[in-house]
């Protein structure tokens, strides 16, 4: 990582969703799809997938801190994703799919607590909040298949009917925030 940028890594259902989205964002300088959070050395999406691991699908989000901070990114998290449903997002469903930020220093978890906080306050959702604020611990990246999955499978049937419109609210939504 070079001098100058910041990792927030975020779990909110399959991994496929949120690359997607944070790809497009300004400021941000690479998204990695992976597993964090289990007790397995080196997961395997099988493994994971079997929801016996305790890791979560997610992204690891390289940004410019001088172009988009760690709270935009985190409330653009909150408003792509159903943080009111324990362990699912859609369909999918078990712990790999729990709504999770993991933070990488005391300050980004202040800043997530608040988020958090203000999206409660806000009464953004009719349902509690369930969205987990933990320490980053081991990252695995995922299989090489996985990277960019959406960019590259645009076609594929969970990308028309779960990743597509999931990118599309957040383009309708945060339109300043997109790349040129």
Avoid at 29 to 40: D, N, Q, T
Avoid at 66 to 75: A, D, F, N, V, W
Avoid at 120 to 141: D, S
Avoid at 168 to 179: D, M, P
Wanted: charged share 20%; glycine share 8%.
């Amino acid at each position: 990582m070079s001098t100058g940028t910041e990792v927030v890594t975020l779990a909110g259902g399959c991994f496929w969703c949120l690359e997607a989205v944070y790809d497009q964002i300004k400021g941000v300088l690479s998204v990695e799809s992976g597993y964090i959070g289990g007790a397995l050395e080196h997961p395997s999406y099988e493994a994971v997938c079997g929801g016996r691991t305790g890791h979560a699908e997610a992204v690891r989000v390289t940004y410019d801190p001088t172009l988009i901070s760690c709270r935009e990114l985190i409330e653009i998290f909150f408003a792509i994703h159903d943080p009111t449903t324990l362990n699912r997002q859609g369909n999918d469903e078990g712990t790999q799919y729990r709504s999770a930020i993991f933070y990488h220093s005391p300050e980004q978890r202040q800043v997530a607590e608040a988020v958090k906080a203000a999206v409660i306050a806000q009464g953004l959702y009719p349902n509690p909040v369930v969205t987990e604020i933990v320490v980053a611990t081991t990252w695995y990246e995922a299989e090489r298949y996985h990277q960019e999955y959406f960019a590259r499978n645009p076609l594929q049937g969970y990308c028309q009917f779960v990743v597509n419109p999931k990118v599309a609210k957040f383009r309708k939504q945060f339109v300043s925030k997109l790349k040129p």
